[in-house]
């Protein structure tokens, strides 16, 4: 996939070069649009990078975002052109594979479901190229799966695992809205304080979202009148309360970007791909016994993840969404996969419903869909590119 896919054929792949081109350059915050970025030129020996007057779409996400895909870049400048964009997306690839393998090794649980989801179409295509979402994607399945370490297996929680989950959480501050994982905290095996430490834990990740998004400039639509938004969602709620109602009725489009809509979102699989793999995933969490999950944590993982899906909708109806539109704009089935462990607990199974032989041929069946789901997706990938 990685090198069949050109350079720029991956979802905003060319604002986000122009953001790990910033990284690589010592730009770490962009409080006026950066200009005449050093590493650009090299990338020009091959590739056109027509760096934008004002601000690119990634131009106030954080460095932190960018470290592994900044690094191939700098390590190409000595080569430049196409070699130096296809060591971003190597090390970016060999970053989300590392996380997202031992985000799957340590969690005692969904082990099936986190391989299933981080092999779908979407999350490879965006694992290896330069988009930030590859980073997002494994950090956020390794915190899911510290944390669901911490709540199946421990009895209390150690001043080594109190270190990392305040690592864990700093570094959700400075990604792409992975601070959600934080809710689980109140889940922990903490036996004093536990509330406390997951509200100032909560707290301190928002405080620091914010302030990075004080400093920052955020990329608006040109076709957006961020003030009148602002004000409509705050006097007239009932005006986006209509617009998120009609949004999520299409479901039928989430789900299919989710599992894979490519190139600049007009390479679809075929039609009868989407439904069999929404159902092979469904099987994972429902075909599986896993520990006991009470219904509390059930219930609460559902309210977060639809706070997640909330909170995505009234952010680009503020910044991205015309005041003429009948629906939200700008939100893909992809920013779901990250937040996609809630659904793992909400659908959890405690009791075992199938024979051990059966599981034994589920799991051969398994495995073989997910590489049949990369078999045809790079096929398709051939075919169009």
Same mark, same amino acid.
């Given at each position: 996939?990685?090198?069949?896919?050109?350079?720029?054929?991956?979802?905003?792949?060319?604002?986000?070069?122009?953001?790990?081109?910033?990284?690589? =350059?010592?730009?770490?915050y962009?409080?006026?649009?950066?200009?005449?970025?050093e590493?650009?030129?090299?990338?020009?020996?091959?590739?056109?990078?027509?760096?934008p007057?004002s601000?690119?779409?990634?131009?106030?996400?954080?460095?932190?975002?960018?470290?592994? +895909?900044?690094?191939?870049?700098?390590?190409g400048?000595?080569?430049?052109?196409?070699?130096?964009?296809?060591?971003?997306?190597?090390?970016?690839?060999?970053?989300?594979?590392?996380?997202?393998?031992?985000?799957?090794?340590?969690?005692?649980?969904?082990?099936?479901?986190?391989?299933?989801v981080?092999?779908?179409?979407?999350?490879?295509?965006?694992?290896?190229?330069?988009?930030?979402?590859?980073?997002?994607n494994?950090?956020?399945f390794l915190?899911?799966?510290?944390?669901?370490?911490?709540?199946?297996?421990?009895?209390d929680?150690?001043?080594? =695992?109190?270190? &990392?989950?305040?690592l864990?959480?700093?570094?959700?501050?400075?990604?792409?809205?992975?601070?959600?994982?934080?809710?689980l905290f109140?889940?922990?095996?903490?036996?004093?304080?536990?509330?406390?430490?997951?509200t100032?834990?909560?707290?301190?990740?928002?405080?620091?979202?914010?302030?990075? +998004?004080?400093?920052?400039?955020?990329?608006?639509?040109?076709?957006?009148? &961020?003030? &009148?938004?602002?004000?409509?969602?705050?006097?007239?709620?009932?005006?986006?309360?209509?617009?998120?109602?009609? +949004?999520?009725?299409n479901?039928?489009?989430?789900?299919?970007?989710?599992?894979?809509?490519?190139?600049w979102?007009?390479?679809?699989?075929?039609?009868?791909?989407?439904?069999?793999?929404?159902?092979?995933?469904?099987?994972?969490?429902?075909?599986?016994?896993?520990?006991?999950? =009470?219904?509390?944590?059930?219930?609460?993982?559902?309210?977060?993840?639809?706070?997640?899906?909330?909170?995505?909708?009234?952010?680009?109806?503020?910044?991205?969404?015309?005041?003429? +539109?009948?629906?939200?704009?700008?939100?893909?089935?992809?920013?779901?996969?990250?937040?996609?462990?809630?659904?793992?607990?909400?659908?959890a199974?405690?009791k075992?419903?199938?024979? =051990?032989?059966?599981?034994?041929?589920?799991?051969?069946?398994?495995?073989?869909?997910?590489?049949?789901?990369?078999?045809?997706?790079?096929?398709?990938l051939?075919?169009t590119f």
């Open positions: 996939m990685m090198f069949i896919t050109p350079p720029y054929l991956v979802p905003d792949e060319n604002a986000h070069i122009m953001r790990a081109c910033e990284v690589a =350059d010592g730009i770490l962009n409080k006026t649009p950066a200009q005449n970025v590493c650009d030129k090299y990338i020009q020996k091959a590739l056109e990078v027509d760096r007057v601000m690119h779409q990634a131009t106030g996400y954080s460095p932190i975002m960018y470290t592994f +895909s900044a690094a191939g870049l700098a390590v400048k000595v080569f430049g052109g196409k070699v130096m964009f296809y060591l971003g997306r190597f090390f970016n690839l060999i970053a989300w594979i590392l996380m997202t393998a031992l985000a799957i090794r340590i969690t005692p649980v969904f082990k099936f479901p986190f391989l299933f981080a092999l779908m179409p979407m999350t490879l295509y965006e694992g290896m190229s330069l988009s930030a979402d590859a980073f997002n494994g950090v956020t915190f899911f799966a510290y944390i669901f370490k911490l709540i199946f297996e421990k009895k929680v150690s001043k080594k =695992d109190f270190v &990392l989950l305040v864990f959480s700093l570094v959700s501050a400075f990604s792409k809205g992975i601070i959600f994982p934080i809710f109140y889940f922990l095996p903490i036996k004093k304080h536990k509330n406390l430490f997951a100032i834990m909560l707290l301190l990740a928002f405080l620091l979202m914010s302030f990075w +998004s004080s400093i920052n400039m955020t990329y608006i639509s040109p076709e957006v009148n &961020l003030a &009148l938004n602002k004000s409509l969602l705050i006097h007239k709620p009932w005006h986006f309360i209509s617009l998120y109602a009609k +949004s999520v009725v479901i039928t489009y989430y789900l299919k970007s989710c599992i894979g809509i490519l190139g979102l007009d390479i679809r699989l075929k039609p009868f791909f989407y439904l069999p793999t929404a159902l092979v995933f469904l099987s994972t969490l429902l075909f599986f016994k896993e520990e006991k999950v =009470d219904n509390k944590l059930r219930l609460f993982s559902l309210f977060v993840l639809v706070l997640f899906i909330t909170f995505l909708h009234i952010y680009y109806y503020v910044i991205w969404t015309p005041i003429s +539109s009948d629906r939200i704009h700008g939100i893909q089935g992809r920013y779901f996969i990250p937040m996609l462990p809630f659904l793992f607990l909400f659908l199974q405690s075992k419903y199938l024979s =051990d032989k059966f599981l034994r041929i589920y799991k051969v069946f398994l495995v073989s869909y997910i590489f049949y789901m990369q078999i045809f997706t790079t096929v398709i051939i075919k």
